[in-house]
C-alpha cells in the first residue's frame, strides 16, 4: 500500500512483493585489503522502499503484510529479481523470500 519514499521511486509491487534497494557491497575486508569488483560478495540486505498490498487470499481479502516502507531487512543470496531504475539498483522480492527485519 505504500509506496512513497524519500527518494520518489516510481514503482508499485504486486501482491505480497516487496521493493528493496540493497546496500553497497564491502570494499575492503576487515583486515583492510581492498575487494575488486569481481571478488566483492552481493549485499543480502537493504532497506525496503515499497510494499505491495498483500497477498490475494481464496476468500478475496488481501493478506496483511508484515513488512513496512523503512525496514532494513536480510534476504536469500539468490532470492528476488534484480532491476534497474533511474540509474539505481533494487531487488524485487515476495514477503515470504525475506529472511529477517533488523530491529
Keep these: 500500500m505504500a ?23 564491502e570494499e575492503r575486508t576487515r583486515g583492510g585489503i581492498v575487494l575488486p569488483d569481481s571478488a566483492r560478495e552481493k549485499p543480502q540486505q537493504g532497506k525496503v522502499i515499497a510494499v505491495g ?11 496483511k503484510m508484515s513488512l513496512k516502507v523503512g525496514d532494513h531487512v536480510f534476504y536469500g543470496k539468490y532470492s ?7 540509474g539505481e539498483e533494487y531487488v524485487i522480492l515476495r514477503e515470504s523470500d525475506v529472511l529477517a527485519v533488523q530491529a
Design 3 to 25: 509506496t512513497a519514499t524519500a527518494k520518489k521511486v516510481k514503482i508499485r509491487p504486486l501482491d505480497d512483493r516487496v521493493v528493496v534497494e540493497p546496500f553497497e557491497a
Design 53 to 63: 498490498p498483500g497477498k490475494l487470499l481464496k476468500s478475496g481479502e488481501r493478506g
Design 80 to 86: 528476488g529479481t534484480e532491476i534497474e531504475l533511474n
